[in-house]
């Protein structure tokens, strides 16, 4: 049984024995990579869960920035994001992606749109990236966050369903190995 296998290792990694030797996972790593799937697969599907705020956030934007938005504008509704446009260059934030509750939502728009424009990027695909990855990074688990066996056992396993658990979406490795010759080598 696994899940008895998995030890975490000061707040930051998941430690897990394999064949080759003690393999750890950077667990925020982890939980990003995770994410973005799921986020990217529900901007494709255009599936989103949305939740609802109670009380609509205003989010203020230079005309450059209001224009941007225009144009990400579906992608946004795509992973949850429901924005109204209250003109002027403001919008009421009414709907967030489930997930990220706690989150700064005007914040997370603001950022959105920054990245969509220094990438100034009209291509689909990625501004579509770059919001998974933006929600994905801001929702995930952070460092020091203890986490159950069980909790372990589920990002583990969601990682490795991916076709690419190995790095995140901006390239940062996920994974690491010690051979078993490598810790012997530290008893010799």
Known sequence: ERASSLMQYKGRYILTSVKSGLMLIDQHRAHV?????QYMNQVKQEKSASQGLLFPEIVQLAPSEAAMLES?????SAVG????SLGGGSYAINGVPAGI?????????HSMVNTALEKGSDVKEEVQQT???TLAQAAAIVY???LTAEEMTDLVDRLFALSTP??????HPVIATISDDEIGSMFK
Do not use: C, K, M, W
């Open 72 to 76: 990400i504008l579906s992608d946004l």
């Open 144 to 146: 020091g966050q203890v």
């Open 81 to 84: 994001f429901e924005l109204t």
């Open 131 to 133: 919001i998974a990855l």
């Open 33 to 37: 990579r995770v994410l973005f799937e």
């Open 166 to 171: 190995a790095y995140t979406p901006d390239g």
């Open 101 to 109: 509750e706690g989150l700064n939502p005007v914040e997370l728009v």
